[in-house]
């Protein structure tokens, strides 16, 4: 049994120095782990995979996993990135996988251990720098994925279910969706698409596609100069009405007044 977690910021990370032991769980998201200390051990449904000091993990986005501490004291860093914090590497992120997700120490480049270090401390400052911390990920991502034994996803058992539907809805959120199109995609029935978002993502398939849609949105409205109507067409919804009304349903305020609100602060700040 797993749940799916949900990340409100762009970037999550953590330092820590004690015992941790989280429960399997999925999210959409790529998840960097980084051991200083200790030993812990990182797993998934079908193996089993230890890390020690000096070590690196990288978990793929839709994995299956839980990760717990082996020894009394650990020091460690955890960050888990957004797709847009990761955009130049998602085409790998969501569609191939590893064998072994821990690169050894021996094999790590030396930079990795500051670069996690970096990003750790950038949450704590509101984002304000977004395009370099976009950097220090495809830094990292480009250094350790090199060294990673990568291939084409291709496990269709029914563990894997819930990843393959959040995999096509990240992928796809930008067209026309619906629970029968994804039913279709996935090979199920439409019962069991549902269930995914009701039992373990527990939110609904509408409000879930439409919440990736408005953050890309949001996106779109901070960083271009792009019409209203534009943004909202790309963002997959099929009119201005149905964006404005959504919008503001998930953020507070409409896509207008979220631009300019945008434009009063530090063109860099992310949220």
């Known amino acids: ?30 998840e960097f782990i980084y051991v200083t200390s200790g030993e812990m051990q990182l797993g998934f449904p079908d193996a089993v995979f230890l890390l020690h000091p000096g070590d ?39 569609n191939q996988s590893t064998i072994n997700p821990v690169i050894p120490a021996e094999m790590l480049p030396g930079d990795i251990r500051d670069l996690m270090y970096e990003l750790s401390s950038y949450e704590k400052k509101s984002l304000d720098n977004p395009r370099l911390i976009k950097s220090i990920i ?4 480009a250094r ?33 969706l619906s629970l029968d199109t994804l039913a279709r995609e996935l090979g199920v029935s439409r019962y069991a698409v549902s269930r995914i978002f009701t039992s373990v993502v527990k939110v609904k398939f509408t409000l879930y596609v439409n919440s990736i849609r408005v953050d890309f949105a949001k996106q779109l409205l901070r960083n271009t ?18 964006f404005n009304r959504v919008f503001k349903s998930i953020t507070g305020s409409t896509p207008l007044s979220y631009r300019k609100a945008k434009l009063t602060v530090s063109p860099g700040t992310v949220s």
């Open 144 to 176: 350790t994925l090199s060294l990673m034994n990568l291939d084409t996803r291709s496990d269709h058992s029914e563990s894997t279910l819930v990843a393959q539907a959040l995999n096509y809805v990240y992928t796809h959120f930008r067209e026309e």
């Open 1 to 30: 049994m797993f749940f799916y977690e949900h990340f409100s910021t762009p970037l999550h990370t953590s330092r820590r120095n004690k015992h941790f032991d989280f429960p399997f769980h999925m999210h959409a998201l790529v």
């Open 225 to 242: 100069s792009q019409s209203i109507l534009d943004i909202a067409l790309e963002s997959g919804f099929e009119t201005l009405r149905s």
């Open 138 to 141: 495809s830094l990292i991502l």
């Open 56 to 94: 690196f993990a990288v978990v793929f986005p839709c994995q299956i996993h839980n990760l717990t501490t082996l020894t009394e004291k650990a020091d460690y860093t955890i960050a888990v990135c957004s797709k847009e914090l990761s955009a130049d590497f998602n085409d790998i992120l969501f």
